[in-house]
T-cell receptor
Framework: KNEVEQSPQNLTAQEGEFITINCSYSVGISALHWLQQHPGGGIVSLFMLSSGKKKHGRLIATINIQEKHSSLHITASHPRDSAVYICAVRARDDKIIFGKGTRLHILP | DAEITQSPRHKITETGRQVTLACHQTWNHNNMFWYRQDLGHGLRLIHYSYGVQDTNKGEVSDGYSVSRSNTEDLPLTLESAASSQTSVYFC??????????????FGEGSRLTVL
């Protein structure tokens, strides 16, 4: 079993829809990262959080430490949001463990 | 602006050749990491370093080596390239303390093809 599991693996939605991507992990962590990777592109850090909730524009990330679960929400989704979203956790020894990513496709 | 750069961005080589991928960061970060990204596997850790002269093996380190002679650079060397090492390689760095500690910064990736 992977230490970081994301769901869904693939998601197609219409422009304007509210999007939720989930991440569950099984190890003790000091922080959780949400990353974005556009096709053929580099990887950009969206959020780093260790508790509660963070918001940046139309993106919201939440984490529940007790349940070892995090969600990334996108409000009013747009075709430019189409990308792979990756959840990564920072373990206690500072190693980063990555999920396999969620491929999001927003249709115009 | 501070940044992290990888070179080359694309490389084609032959089986058995030695290849070195460069990673250079100007944030003065202590932590540096090398990952490979393959379909169905996500990002997997090859080697990492927590500071000058410190290097550690990750989960897929066989066939790779790194050295850390200064803070800015962590070159990744494939001693004898194999077709199984065809992949996209990402370098990343992070700070260990203070404001923004833990924030991850990635290079743009190096696509390596081993024929």
């Amino acid at each position: 079993k992977n230490e970081v599991e994301q769901s869904p693996q693939n998601l197609t939605a219409q422009e304007g829809e509210f999007i939720t991507i989930n991440c569950s992990y099984s190890v003790g962590i000091s922080a959780l990262h949400w990353l974005q990777q556009h096709p053929g592109g580099g990887i950009v850090s969206l959020f780093m959080l260790s508790s509660g909730k963070k918001k940046h524009g139309r993106l919201i990330a939440t984490i529940n430490i007790q349940e070892k679960h995090s969600s990334l929400h996108i409000t009013a989704s747009h075709p430019r949001d189409s990308a792979v979203y990756i959840c990564a956790v920072r373990a206690r020894d500072d190693k980063i463990i990555f999920g396999k990513g969620t491929r999001l496709h927003i249709l115009p | 602006d501070a940044e992290i750069t990888q070179s080359p961005r694309h490389k084609i080589t032959e089986t058995g050749r030695q290849v070195t991928l460069a990673c250079h960061q100007t944030w003065n970060h202590n932590n540096m990491f090398w990952y490979r990204q393959d379909l169905g596997h996500g990002l997997r850790l090859i080697h990492y370093s927590y500071g000058v002269q410190d290097t550690n093996k990750g989960e897929v380190s066989d066939g790779y080596s790194v050295s850390r002679s200064n803070t800015e650079d962590l070159p990744l060397t494939l001693e004898s390239a194999a077709s199984s090492q065809t992949s996209v390689y990402f370098c990343a760095s992070s700070k260990t303390s203070g404001i923004w500690s833990g924030e991850l910064f990635f290079g743009e990736g190096s696509r390596l093809t081993v024929l």
